[in-house]
């Protein structure tokens, strides 16, 4: 069995910061590409970053420059480093992960989600 746990997410004050986390466990053999999304009350849930194994980030317009997506490979982490933030960034954060796994194949996995909750 396979689980994504996020941890991280809080109330904080418009400009402020806040660093996500997301740790995969159980029996892996390799992760791809790593994703955090996020979905706002009344709102599709959309892409906010990803990065590749070797750790080559993307970014959502909305976001560039304000976010920084990392991951270490030996932790099976992906981090989500959050700064300036706005108003308009509260929603509940979701970790994606494409996880391969020995004699099932590669899947999609996500994770609960953490609730990010940025005050004006």
């Known amino acids: 069995q396979v689980q994504l746990v996020e941890s991280g997410g809080g109330l904080v004050q418009a400009g402020g910061s806040l660093r996500l986390s997301c740790t995969a466990s159980g029996i892996i053999f390799r992760i791809d590409t790593m994703r955090w999304y996020r979905q706002a009350p009344g709102k599709q849930r959309e892409l906010v970053a990803a990065i590749t194994r070797e750790s080559t980030p993307n970014y959502v317009n909305s976001v560039k420059g304000r976010f920084t997506i990392s991951r270490d490979n030996a932790k099976k982490t992906v981090y989500l480093e959050m700064n300036n933030l706005k108003p308009e960034d509260t929603a509940v954060y979701y970790c994606?992960?494409?996880?391969?796994?020995?004699?099932?194949?590669?899947?999609?996995?996500w994770g609960q989600g953490t609730q990010v909750t940025v005050s004006s």
């Open positions: 994606n992960a494409e996880i391969e796994r020995v004699w099932v194949g590669k899947d999609d996995y």
